[in-house]
């Protein structure tokens, strides 16, 4: 007896079925900067970075690898002029780790400050800044917008913190030491600088609201969001290499319940799932998923292919 589509018949099962699927990021770091040894980018854009300052590799205190940048002043700071970082309506990850040993006090704590136009100080056109220590708080503004500010989450003192931002769609979280503190929804882009952009790392262009203290592994990706929920900080410096694992769990059913004339009307739907328990391959309109548990009492589930 065929059964209607839909129905809670007799012998009718749902399955969920979780998908983890993992795509490289690689492709997307605009700018890497591990400090080892040396101030320079070595992501495959090899940005020019200007020293305006007296920063300085330290080997004595550091994250991973063989150093960081040390910041000995308020008013240090690492330039990368040209307009490589506009997000536009891109997925972006900006993440790194940060140590400072001192009261901010009424400083910023300003660690990344990218503007369309520096000339005129701290009126000019900004994309993002990151601060970490604005009155002991953590604050993220993205295109003019103030996003994510939260006073019990600014930088600790004597000890290695990592700080993530990434946006997704509209959708902006802000990370400390991988735990999720804030999510915002309806986010403006990031923004064009048309090639006149200046990233200031170490300061915000109000040259007396900067950041005294240590910088390792600092990354920026433009293309991908990294991070969409709680995750382990990186354990190693995090290289040029970059993935992100997506997983959903979606709602499928054992399609042997259905009569042909059923399965013929979910084939047209793009519903069907087959019941085959040899690999046959996909039918016309759908792929076969299997492997990784998701065969179910010699049931092969399928998903139907998007048009």
Known sequence: MARGLGKNKRGFANSSVTKSVT??????????????????????NSHTVTNSGSVAVSTSVKKYGAGSAYFSSFTDNLQISGGQFDFGSNDFTIEGWFYSGIDH???????????????DGESSDYVFIMS?????????????????????????LNTWTHYAVT??????????????????????????????????????????????GYIDDLRIINGTALYTASFTPPTSAVGLTAE??????????????????????????????????ADTGANGRGIVIKGAGLEDTNHRHYVASVS
């Open 132 to 156: 970490l220590l604005e009155g002991g708080a953590f604050k993220f503004q993205l295109f003019g917008s103030v996003v994510h500010q939260q006073s019990d989450d600014g930088l600790p």
């Open 167 to 212: 946006k997704q769609g509209s959708t902006v979280r802000s990370f400390k030491d991988g735990s999720l503190i804030e999510t915002s929804t309806g986010a403006p882009n990031g923004g064009s600088s048309s090639g006149n952009g200046v990233l200031k790392i170490g300061a915000r262009h109000h040259a007396s609201r900067g950041f005294q």
């Open 23 to 44: 795509t490289s990021a690689s492709a997307d770091i605009d700018l890497y900067l591990p400090f080892d040894s040396d101030l320079n980018d070595d992501s495959t």
């Open 105 to 119: 006090g009424e400083y910023y704590g300003t660690v990344l400050d990218y503007r369309i136009d520096s000339s």
């Open 244 to 277: 992100v694992t997506n997983t959903t769990v979606d709602n499928k059913f054992l399609s042997s319940v259905w009569s042909l004339k059923d399965q013929n009307k979910k084939i047209s739907r793009g519903e069907w799932i087959r019941n085959d328990v």
